[in-house]
């Protein structure tokens, strides 16, 4: 990628975010120079010492350890999580610990006895903020945390689209939309950088579903990849800066994604001149002299491989030529150059754990939370609860103690412990997952919030008892919740334990319903109608509690917005249910679930065929006509807004302006967005460019916002390149992906970029 078009591109994605009157976060003080050239001289200067490592030093850079299997091979102390390099203390070269990191820092099955850290809402949930500043606040959080904690290389960054709402994982990502999921993701990242320590990027690519995830054999076309997973990874790594690539468990293609060199090299390292490291997922090598000459740097947790390829292997290969000593010079430096660049070399992690401002961190994790929280139905002003609202009764979702959180390696033990913890008896997360909630209660935070009121709790377990409560108060508020997790999906995305019985019931007795989800991902809800007020809180972080209540109660005024459609039937998406689910034996699950087992028994994988290509999410229900239960960018408020004066400009750039008016009573915030078409085509819509405005009562402000170029264009692997095709293109201002009212046309003069 030529230095020009660099600056071109990101410019381009920082103005697809411009406000004329709103201020933005700008880079911290103490933010790394990665983002203005830094990481040129840190190539060099990397280069500079591999020069001066030896053979074996440079072997032992390139592979690491996992603590929890790796006991005496190090003199080092080995802190339990996910990864340990040692340094060469000779040159400088700094010993690396790992953590995972996406919520927060992770202690999955509480490895570390006794370490707490801020557990941070869901990623959806920050995706839903649809604010950057919302995302870089919690990676500056995260990172800080983990700096505290002695780790300076995060697993943080989960940037896969949602392409199956069915997904176990899709919580832990930034929703279905390329420049949404690129630009959330581009700030996490930076944010945790801010601390002077590496994060990740991940799963490079097509790490799409969790069920079969370590067999599967990704198929999805060269232009439709680019277009999409591609393009959400390019613009978080132009946004963050990421001093590490992680490579996914599934093939892409037919060729391992840890090993696939159109992936690792040919893309990331020659397209976009990448300049860091690429790291492996935990068992997710397959060979040594294919997989360095692809493009993989670093083998990660070597103990989780069936074979330690990156070691001794790997020495004897380097040695035949096999693998060029010139390609174990470039994974090395690649490695230092992320460290140097990131700031994480130069700055050290104290030699034992410093004091945390939890109590600070967790007013992070509480704005985070109800920034993220979405208003999905609200009829005859069922929300706010009134003030005359004097008996309430909240049922089910353990609301009387905590909030429920995803499983996996994501998993925090926060701050304030864990009411409810269940291990699992079976299944592919069973070893490293269990269903944990957050001791943040909704009923308690309600109670405070309302103090005039009675409310009554019941756990929804004696459906009877449930809607006598109900029809006795003068509202419900049922509390449904879905658990997910890494390494495989749910069956299906109908509510688990007869919770749509329950709901059913409770709004037939009583017609004041408040249903608060708490989920991975879509849910079905076949009791829509009888339900007057939804509100989707996803996994809500340790003052989830908090959150749910400031906005049942009005003291925060929603402003959420959909990051990934929810379908009316489970017929709506590309695929129905989990490819694969009936494909593998019970053997091959638990298989596909443990990454040092996994594939023996179909090394040449199942193919999943991604028919959506490249429009994922609301373009495909645009593509089939079809009309979700929900579309990506639904949210409703407290407050309503217009939209007055729109101009568009064409040319060599489509830049639009229009008026934002608050024309509620009371303060909130609104998500304007900006969806471009050719005029000439039957293409779905795209999402080009969106902000977040907070406005007083009746007040205006005029919005500026240019579209990001490559959404606007095609992939043309012919170029190969990116082509903005001239002529008219359609543009609609709106409220979400399906709206239309505002509608306006501009021309646009043809051109071309580099891939």
Known sequence: ???????????????????????????????????IGGEAAAATRARALVAQLTLDEKIALVHG????????????????????????????????????????????????????????????????????????????????EARAKRFNVLLAGGVNLTRDPFNGRNFEYFGEDPLLAGTMA?????????????????????????????????????????????????????????????????????????????????????????????????????STAKAANAGLDQESGQELDDHIWFDDALKTDVEAGRVPMAR????????????????????????????????????????????????LKNDAGTLPLAARARRIVVIGGHADVGVLSGGGSSQVRSVGGVPIEIPLTSGAAASFARVTY?????LKALKAELPRARIDYLDGSDPAAATAAARAADVAIVIATQWTTEAQDVPTIALPDNQDALIAAVAAAQPRTVVVLENGG????????????????????????????????????????????????AGQPPRPSPVGLDRLTATQAEAAGDPGQAGKATPQGFPVDYREGADVGY??????????????????????????????????????????????????????????????????????????????????????????????ADYDPALPGWRIAGGRYRVAIAHDAADRRQMLTTTLTPATMKP
């Open 1 to 35: 990628m030529m230095a020009a078009r660099r600056q071109f591109l990101a410019t381009a994605a920082l103005a697809s975010l411009t406000v004329t009157t709103a201020a933005h976060v700008s880079a911290e003080p103490g933010r790394p120079a990665t983002a």
């Open 65 to 144: 350890l996992f603590p929890p299997h790796a006991q005496g091979k190090t003199k080092n102390e080995l802190i339990q999580a996910a990864g340990h390099i040692d340094g060469v203390p000779r040159l400088g070269i700094p010993l690396v610990r790992e953590s995972d990191a996406s919520l927060g820092v992770a202690n999955q099955v509480e490895q570390r006895k006794g370490d707490v850290a801020t557990a941070l809402p869901s990623s959806l949930a920050t995706a839903a903020s649809f604010d950057p500043a919302v995302a870089r606040a919690g990676g500056v959080t995260i990172g800080a």
């Open 186 to 286: 581009g700030a996490h990242i930076a944010g945790v950088q801010s601390n002077r320590i590496v994060s990740t990027v991940k799963h490079f690519a097509l790490n799409a579903q969790e069920t079969g995830r370590t067999i599967l054999d990704a198929r999805i076309g060269e232009a439709a990849l680019r277009m999409s997973d591609l393009l959400a990874f390019e613009l978080a790594i132009e946004g963050g800066h990421p001093g590490s690539v992680m490579c996914a468990y599934n093939k892409v293609g037919g060729d391992w994604a840890c090993e696939n060199r159109h992936l690792l090299t040919d893309v990331l390292k020659h397209d976009w001149n990448y300049p860091g490291w690429v790291m492996s997922d935990w068992g997710a090598v397959h």
């Open 328 to 375: 174990l010079d470039d994974m090395v430096a690649r490695y230092l150059t992320g460290l140097i660049a990131t700031g994480a070399y130069d700055t050290p992690v104290p030699d034992t754990p410093v004091a945390i401002d939890y109590a600070g961190h967790a007013q992070v994790a509480q704005r985070a939370a109800e920034a993220g929280i979405v208003l």
């Open 438 to 442: 957050h001791s943040s209660s909704p």
């Open 522 to 569: 879509p849910v079905l809800m076949p009791w829509i109608d009888r339900v007057p007020a939804v509100v989707e809180a996803w996994y809500p972080g340790q003052r989830g509690g908090e959150a749910v209540a400031g906005v049942l109660t009005g003291r925060v005024n929603p402003a959420g917005r959909l990051p990934i459609t929810f379908p009316a039937d």
């Open 619 to 712: 373009r495909w229900y645009e593509r089939q006509g079809l009309k979700p239960l929900f579309p990506f960018g639904h949210g409703l408020g407290y407050s309503s807004f217009a939209y007055a004066r729109p101009s568009v400009g064409g040319g060599r750039e489509l830049v639009v302006s229009f008026d934002v008016t608050n024309t509620g009573e009371v303060a909130g915030s609104d998500v304007p967005q900006v969806y471009v078409a050719r005029a000439d085509s039957k293409a779905s819509m795209r999402l080009a460019a969106y902000t977040r405005v907070t406005l007083r009562p009746g007040e205006t402000r005029r919005v500026t916002l240019t579209a990001e170029p490559r959404v606007i």
